[in-house]
């Protein structure tokens, strides 16, 4: 192709390409821009009850969150749950990834069985695993059981302390099989005789892992690590429907704590719930922010 | 295929029309039911919300409505049935800006009084009081429809809490059902050391674990106490020390190992399910269980039996002067009761509907389903009902007062605070003074 044709290509498709633009633009303006607008506005309103006319009250809902501990305990628990998916998740599933990248037997069974969690219901999931962490009679107790006879039975899902980590557990099995694919994809088009020339130097698997699968794998990671950023710091179906049972300070995202505020047990605290939706934007905001400019600097 | 970018716009012009139509905000609207417009021979529409969508109080409903229907030819009733937990947030965004159903469903208490004081459904005072129509009713269920002394809604359900237990296998160890709370107590540790849960308990959302609380709540401080507190009369508060009192000892027996393991990670069912498996010893639980159990076990009902809830020792000590509570007091309320909204157009067409949903075939038919109705019926119809389900009626009408469900009695945002601060008790994250404490200072902002 020469320079003309790719320079005025552009210009002579231009309108014709913003009619291909435009119905996403208008529903992503119908549903992300307006509804966040909308989220601002309503933030500075305070409904006395569910069915009562709002009242202006200005910034004061924002400073109440700012002394709402629930509220910093859901950010704390965003926070958690993105460094332990990035800690924890993806290291799982490059570890699973190099696995399956080499000939062993039932390769593909494997990657099926790894992956299938993604397909399956969320609900499903939440109900299945409540089962495996049910006190006594569940997988779980019985498992330690095994090891030891006097186990009573644990809180799990209902305990302060373990809950956040139990369902975290639980969506690390659903999601460490999709990263699990997104390194096979870059582990595929790493040349096959690099690995033969790092053998013929005498490299052993793990330098040959060092030096060649970590650096050339690196825009899968980043990409695996800005999906998971994003999803953790949006994350609400699991945690809600699982984590239910745990007391206020231990089981909200910030995501389910909006969403409580406005809607559980007929509360309309919509102006409220709308000032911490505001606060999710932004941090969002700023989360995606800082990994966009990180990936600019890299990639120069 | 050519490109044409003039095709290309129109075909994308033409989708995002076809979408926007989808779009919330641009709701369709249905016609005005009765209004001019509508041509003739339209019927009349009236649209009924209900969360009676399991087999029995489905099919009753339903056949009242086509009762009705028959009667009135020009009217079309558009039932629409909801879960529980979907219903109240649909209700309460709805009630908030959307478009209410002409008739729909409440649970009395502090919704609906929410609903009426901002004006959203009819008083059906004066409907009441014609034709004989209030006689119909039971004055409990009806009082938990009146605010501010008028009614604004009727009741076709009742339910009532009581502490079921397995008597076959109390009598395999030679044990007897508690009278007090140091017998339930005692009981609780000597079940304990057989290795059998004392009782059941499904704590997940929240308002099963509560029954405990309100119970050692009124049975400490009395009905009184609550309903003074709640409408904020002078000398009572939520953080009385009876309420804190209730709350050592719900600790009392969790600090007793009483409840099922990890009780709050575990919803109803499971819970449900140590008890007819024989698992657990002991149930505190509305007369709802009753059908879940012939359902799911139908042998089962057989060997339950029920109690009221253990008689709390007198408490004078802390509050002199004040009433202890009443140890007949049942733990109860209408799970079943339908209002008008004020946005109905034929208010007189629907205050014929509600009369045919509690008639006498109503009331009948409810016993007959195994469920207590909150309408005046026969012994007959009420020997209809399944056994335990007869023993829990005799307790609630021996019972002097009925206790309604904080979360029903006091407004939505009370009721969640209650919930979420009980089973921080149950937790051990709040001591019992410290969640009386965050009741009173909610009470304070909202009531």
Request: include cysteine; charged fraction near 20%; hydrophobic fraction near 45%.
């Amino acid at each position: 192709m020469t320079s003309v044709s790719t320079r005025s290509a552009p210009a002579r498709f231009g309108r014709g390409l913003f009619g291909f633009l435009l119905p996403a633009l208008v529903i992503y303006a119908l549903f992300v821009i307006l509804p966040i607008g909308e989220a601002f506005r309503l933030s500075l309103f305070r409904w006395p009850s569910a069915v009562s006319e709002p009242v202006f009250c200005g910034l004061r809902n924002f400073a109440a969150l700012m002394g709402d501990a629930v509220f910093w305990s859901a950010l704390g628990h965003n926070v958690l749950l993105l460094v332990l998916s990035l800690a924890v998740q993806l290291p799982i599933a490059l570890m699973l990834a190099v696995f399956l990248s080499y000939p062993v037997r039932g390769r593909r069974l494997f990657r099926t069985v790894f992956f299938a969690p993604m397909v399956m219901p969320t609900v499903a999931i939440a109900v299945l695993w409540s089962y495996v962490y049910l006190p006594e009679q569940g997988l779980l107790d019985q498992v330690i059981r095994l090891f030891d006879r006097g186990f009573s039975g644990g809180a799990w899902l209902g305990g302060p302390n373990t809950a956040m980590l139990c369902v975290f557990a639980t969506i690390c099995w659903r999601y460490v099989g999709f990263h699990m694919v997104l390194f096979m994809a870059g582990l595929a088009g790493i040349p096959e005789e690099l690995y033969e020339a790092a053998r013929m130097d005498g490299a052993s698997e793990w330098g040959a892992f060092k030096a060649i699968t970590l650096p050339l794998l690196k825009p899968t990671i980043r990409v695996s690590a800005t999906l998971s950023i994003i999803g953790s710091l949006k994350y609400f179906d699991l945690v809600y429907m699982m984590a239910a049972g745990a007391p206020e300070k231990s089981r909200e995202l910030m995501a389910t704590y909006v969403y409580r505020l406005g809607f559980e047990g007929g509360q309309g605290r919509f102006g409220y719930g709308s000032a911490a939706a505001v606060m999710l934007f932004l941090v969002a905001l700023a989360a995606g922010a800082a990994v966009t400019f990180m990936g600019r600097r890299t990639n120069d | 295929m050519r490109y044409s970018p003039r095709r290309s716009l129109l075909l994308s012009a033409s989708i995002v029309l076809g979408l926007a139509l989808f779009a919330p905000g641009c709701r369709r609207r249905a016609p005005a039911p009765g209004s001019n417009d509508a041509p003739p021979g339209e019927k009349i529409r009236l649209r009924l919300w209900h969360i009676m969508n399991y087999e029995g109080p489905r099919e009753v409903i339903a056949d009242a409505v086509k009762r009705f229907e028959a009667a009135n030819p020009n009217v079309l009733v558009e039932v629409e049935t909801f879960e529980n937990d979907a219903y109240k947030q649909k209700l309460s965004i709805e009630a908030a800006g959307g478009e209410l159903p002409d008739i729909l469903f409440t649970w009395g208490g502090g919704g609906l009084a929410e609903l009426a004081r901002a004006g959203k459904v009819l008083d059906l005072t004066d409907a009441l009081a014609a034709e004989g129509w209030r006689e119909r009713f039971l004055e409990a269920p009806l009082d938990f429809c009146t605010v501010d002394d008028r009614v604004y809604a009727v009741p076709v359900d009742l339910a009532c809490v009581p502490l079921w237990y397995n008597a076959e296998l109390f009598a395999r160890h030679e044990l007897a059902p508690p009278r007090t709370f140091a017998e339930l107590l005692q009981l609780c540790r000597e079940l304990r050391a057989k290795n059998i849960t004392p009782l059941a308990l499904g704590n997940m959302k929240q308002w099963p674990g509560a029954f405990y609380f309100i119970y050692l709540a009124t049975r400490t401080g009395g009905s009184e106490l609550f309903f003074d507190a709640a409408a904020r009369k002078p000398g009572a508060a939520f953080n009385d020390p009876a309420f804190v009192e209730a709350g050592e000892k719900l600790r009392q027996l969790v600090d007793a190992n009483a409840f099922s393991t990890g009780f709050n990670g575990i919803d109803v069912g499971p819970a449900r399910t140590q008890f007819l498996n024989e698992q657990a010893a002991m149930y505190l639980m509305g007369t709802w269980l009753v059908a879940r159990a012939l359902e799911e076990s139908p042998e089962f009902p057989s060997k339950m039996k029920c109690i009221a809830f253990p008689a709390v020792e007198p408490f004078d000590r802390l509050r002199p002067g004040g009433g202890k509570g009443d140890a007949t007091t049942v733990v109860g309320g209408v799970n079943c009761a339908f209002a008008v909204s004020r946005s109905c157009e034929n208010s007189e067409k629907a205050a014929a509907l509600l009369r045919f949903l509690t008639d006498e075939q109503v009331g009948e038919e409810w016993c007959r389903i195994g469920r207590i109705p909150a309408l005046r019926v026969g012994d007959e119809a009420l020997d209809e009902l399944p056994v335990p389900t007869r023993a829990a009626l005799d307790l609630l009408r021996a019972a002097k007062t009925i206790q309604p469900y904080y979360d029903q009695h006091l407004p939505p945002r009370l009721a969640e605070e209650h919930k979420k601060t009980t089973q921080e008790i149950f937790a051990g994250t709040l001591t019992p003074a410290e969640a009386a404490d965050r009741m009173e200072k909610l009470a304070k902002e909202t009531l």
